[in-house]
DNA sequence: CTCCAAACTGTGAGCGCTCCCAACTTCGTA
DNA sequence: TACGAAGTTGGGAGCGCTCACAGTTTGGAG
């Protein structure tokens, strides 16, 4: 490698300073809300850094500060699945937003592979962010303990499976959602509610199923099929339900995306929807209001999820403790069920 | 805000160094590749960095090199085409990759709002990254600008309309694809080929308009309809077209992603495909082989793509100057056409 | 007129690292 | 035996910033 042409090496503090007429210390002050600053130092210090193109140079600051003015929103899951699934974007907008009203910037990155996730470990762990948000984090994610060790904060969005001790995180009450789904079906007279659940091991998949039976008891095994939340997923799993039981009247499905590729293969099976089997779904996200009959579903409140992870990083950061947020869910009747 | 409780203060070199019995020289020059270190000063830094959990502070160290050792990913668009268009998915996953190769780290951050370009452009130029992959500039976009002011290396992908001057950009052939498929579909005796095209503030859209009209001719204002990209715009704009110019033969869409759409909206005219109407899409991505019937359409080179665009972004923060890529498109025959 | 608080300003220390240079060791060779 | 080259090591300087503190000014109260 050839010497690296640098960046037009950029205007610091001091040539602020001198252009300005004053200490460093007080073109410091400006750039942190300019209290105990006159009204001339200040009016001085603005036009020397308009004039010089100052901009902070983030890294010195940190180095003193220790902070970094960013937090990580890692999603542990492969790529395809951020493009398909609305509601990381949902959650990401949501994020977004809300730390860009402290002023933090939000990194996304993408994990998907175990070597992501060392590197990814290892470039948080430096001290690039000053946090991070965990999302769809399945049973056993060693970034979890990574951070944990590290002492780095984060928020984890969903129950940390069989790591809820000491972590922080924010969920949707997804077993009592799956509650009223599975009740709601069952109090306009369906009989045969099969469901279609998420990995068994994240806890939309667990804790979901656990709602389900709850109403519908341990039941037949052979209406429980499994998908990975994707719409073939669903798709394939509806028409297994459909060999294994054919006189199913209802399905809820675990999340809203699987739940139109369940309603797909229930009507090229010939079923209609909802007079032959009515379909439930969970989240309602913005495929819940495209397929056709519109879905039924169970509301996960998504831009306050959102909110307290981040209210609950930011506390994280400065010293507060654990803790862990449910949220409630709502069921949400369109023509479906 | 109360007193921030700061991570567990983390080692330093200096402990590292103690720990070891070298000093702080040492320890730095086994970081950076270990040469002209003895064998056994090597192996006590690296035991004493494994019990101290030690993890170089990246501030420090970009403060001195004046390198972060990470780049950025911005997209200029409303998240959920993010969401939608898998050839964001492609180009990120193949840039991430040739990135990680260099153990450089990809930040992806999403530019929705005019206000979040502003809050990116600070963000990057405040020296957290090395560089920036832009990604989906519409005309005119700012962030170009305002890179190129500060001296930010950036890569562009496409052309970056009316911006080109002393710019780095890769782009696919767009026009000669357009050329192409327009050839191909008279070729095989079509003569009212309509156009979806994408928004003519994009060179997608400009581009590939302009190839198809070398070969269609200026012609009929009734065969050209624009989308956004999206699939719902697809199917509009075929819609639209049906009912402009009823007895076209052949649409050339320009993103498969709305060719998907306008399949469905033929279907839903009772046109077969590609009897009755030939759809040629544009990308080649896996939309392409999800459709019925399979899309005829033109392959981007998005793995060239994006290891072109790294190996640019790369040269120029290294001081290299600018230069323009274009790559070669190659039409994919496949069913519906 | 004096004194003290409040407002403002400058300065040195130091964040944790890399880079460079001087110094020391070792060894093969004249 | 002496000497230079090559390999190895330590430590100072300094990256650009914040923060604490001391110093200066101002103005109102006593």
Redesign the interface.
């Given at each position: 490698?050839?010497?690296?042409?640098?960046?037009?090496s950029?205007p610091t503090m001091d040539d602020v300073a001198a252009m300005a007429g004053v200490s460093r210390g007080t073109v410091s002050r400006v750039l942190n809300g300019g209290h105990n600053v006159s009204r001339q130092a200040l009016a001085a210090v603005e036009r020397a850094i308009s004039k010089t193109?100052y901009?902070?140079?983030?890294?010195?600051r940190?180095?003193v500060t220790?902070?970094?003015g960013?937090v990580a929103f890692i999603l542990s899951e492969p790529?395809?699945k951020?493009?398909?699934?609305?509601n990381?974007?949902n959650l990401?907008?949501g994020c977004?937003q809300v730390l860009?009203e402290h002023?933090i910037?939000?990194?996304?990155?993408?994990a998907?592979t175990a070597?992501?996730r060392q590197?990814?470990g290892?470039?948080v762990?430096?001290?690039?962010v000053d946090g991070a948000l965990l999302v769809s984090n399945h049973l056993g994610s060693p970034l979890i303990a990574e951070l944990k060790?590290?002492?780095?904060?984060f928020v984890v969005c969903g129950r940390p499976l069989g790591q809820e001790r000491d972590v922080t995180y924010v969920a949707s009450d997804d077993r009592d959602g799956a509650r009223q789904m599975t009740e709601y079906l069952r109090s306009t007279g369906r009989r045969r509610i099969a469901i279609i659940t998420g990995p068994l091991d994240t806890p939309g998949g667990v804790d979901r199923l656990a709602g389900y039976r709850e109403i519908a008891g341990a039941g037949d095994p052979y209406l429980v099929a499994t998908g990975d939340y994707t719409q073939a997923s669903g798709e394939a799993a509806m028409t297994r339900l459909l060999s294994q039981a054919p006189d199913l009247d209802a399905v809820f499905v675990c999340s809203d995306l699987m739940a139109a590729g369940a309603i797909t293969a229930l009507q090229r099976a010939g079923r209609r929807v909802p007079d032959d089997v009515a379909v439930g779904g969970f989240d309602d996200n913005r495929i819940a209001t495209t397929t056709t009959p519109l879905l039924t579903t169970i509301r996960q409140p998504w831009a306050r999820q959102s909110a307290e992870m981040v209210r609950l990083l930011l506390a994280h950061?400065?010293?507060a403790e654990h803790a862990a947020v449910i949220l409630p869910t709502d069921l949400v009747v369109r023509d479906s069920a």
């Open positions: 490698m050839t010497e690296p042409s640098r960046l037009r950029r193109g901009v902070v140079n983030q890294h010195a940190s180095l220790q902070r970094s960013s790529q395809d951020l493009f398909e699934d609305p990381f974007n990401l907008r977004t860009a002023d910037t939000l990194l996304l990155t993408v998907a070597e992501d590197r990814i290892r470039w762990t430096a001290g690039h060790e590290r002492g780095l904060p950061i400065d010293g």
